[in-house]
C-alpha cells in the first residue's frame, strides 16, 4: 500500500474528522504508509481504544480497487494532497482537505488567476448587475471563476462566466451524485463537461449542513482573491470572507447602501481592510500583482 492509497481509504472513513486524518497521515509520510496497530492509533490521534478499533476496521474495509475501477468509469478524477497536482494554494489554509474529487478539466486547478465570487443565496437584483458588470472583462482576461453552486450569487457567478466565454469551477457540499439544489443539476452537469466542479466527498455522499463550512474553505482555499457581492452581517458569506482574510487572501468587496441589509456586511468589511471595488480593472491591477 502506497501513501496514496492510504490517503483514498482514510477520505472514505467516517470515524474520524479532518484532522486527525492529517495527523494521521503525517505519521503515516513520516513512517510507513501502512495502518498502525490499534494501540498505536488510539496514542497517536488520542481517541478512545473503541473508536481506533471502528477505524483499523473500517479502513481496510474499503474496496480500494473496485472503487477506483468504478470511478474512473464515472470520469471522477482523484487527487490527494500528496500528489503533485494538489494545489498549492489549497495547502495553506487550515485542515486542507486529504483529497479532491474531480469531475472535469483538472487543468483549471493551476490557472494563474482564480477569484472566488461569493455572495448571498437570496442576493437582491444588484448582486447580477454587479457581476454582469464585472464578470466579462475578468473572464477576457482569462481569470478563472471560483463559487459553490448555490442559489443566488454562486448560480450568477457560474452563468455569467459561462455566457462570456470563461472558465468557473464548482465546489460543492456533498458528492457529486447529490447535487443540490436540484434545479442546478442542468449547470452543474454542464460544468462537469466543459468546466470543473470538486468535492471532497465521496460521490455517494448526501449534502448535510455542516459540510457547507467545509466547502467554503475550499472555495477561498483555492483562489487567490475573494469577491463579496452581497452579505448580511455575521452570515455564511460574511463569515467566509474573514476567514480568506485570516488565511492571507486579498478580500474585495462590492458597496452598498448605507441601509440596505444585504450590504451591512460588504460595507463592515470594507472597513475592515477589505478592498472596495468598483470595476474589474481595480480586481485585475490587484490580481496582476500577487
Keep these: 500500500m502506497d501513501i496514496r492509497e492510504a490517503i483514498f481509504r482514510l477520505s472514505h472513513c467516517r470515524e474520524i474528522g479532518t484532522s486527525r486524518k492529517l495527523k494521521l497521515i503525517s505519521s503515516l509520510q513520516a513512517h510507513s504508509p501502512v ?43 482523484w487527487c490527494t494532497i500528496a500528489d503533485e ?26 490557472t494563474p488567476m482564480k477569484l472566488a ?25 482569462r481569470v478563472t471563476i471560483i463559487s459553490g453552486l448555490a442559489r443566488g450569487a454562486d448560480t450568477i457567478a ?25 434545479e442546478n443539476v442542468p449547470l452543474a452537469n454542464h460544468m462537469m463537461d466543459h468546466h470543473l466542479m470538486i468535492s471532497e466527498f465521496p460521490p455517494h455522499t448526501r449534502p448535510e449542513k455542516w459540510q457547507f463550512p467545509l466547502r467554503n474553505r475550499i472555495i477561498s482555499g483555492l483562489s ?14 460574511y463569515i467566509t ?5 485570516n488565511e492571507g487572501r486579498d478580500v474585495f468587496c462590492i458597496p452598498g447602501p448605507l441601509f440596505a441589509p444585504m450590504s451591512e456586511g460588504t460595507n463592515t468589511l470594507i472597513q475592515e481592510g477589505a478592498k472596495m471595488v468598483v470595476s474589474a480593472e481595480d480586481i485585475l491591477v490587484e490580481m496582476a500583482s500577487m
Excluded: M
Aim: hydrophobic share 35%.
Design 117 to 141: 465570487v461569493i455572495g448571498a443565496r437570496k442576493c437582491t437584483p444588484y448582486t447580477g448587475k454587479v457581476l454582469s458588470h464585472l464578470i466579462p472583462s475578468l473572464t477576457q482576461h
Design 35 to 77: 495502518l498502525p496497530h490499534i494501540s498505536a492509533l488510539q496514542l497517536i490521534l488520542s481517541i478512545p481504544i473503541e473508536k481506533a478499533s471502528k477505524l483499523h476496521k473500517e479502513f481496510h474495509s474499503i474496496p480500494f480497487t473496485r472503487l477506483k475501477l468504478y470511478y474512473a468509469d464515472k470520469g471522477i478524477k
Design 85 to 110: 497536482g494538489y494545489p498549492d494554494l489549497l495547502k495553506e489554509v487550515y485542515d486542507p482537505p486529504l483529497l479532491l474529487f474531480c469531475k472535469g478539466n483538472t487543468e483549471l486547478l493551476h
Design 241 to 245: 470572507a474573514d476567514y480568506a482574510l
Design 158 to 182: 457560474h452563468e455569467t462566466s459561462i455566457r462570456s466565454g470563461g472558465k468557473t469551477i464548482g465546489v460543492i457540499a456533498g458528492g457529486f451524485d447529490h447535487i443540490y439544489p436540484k
Design 224 to 237: 487567490h482573491a475573494v469577491l463579496v457581492t452581497e452579505a448580511q452581517r455575521k452570515s455564511g458569506t
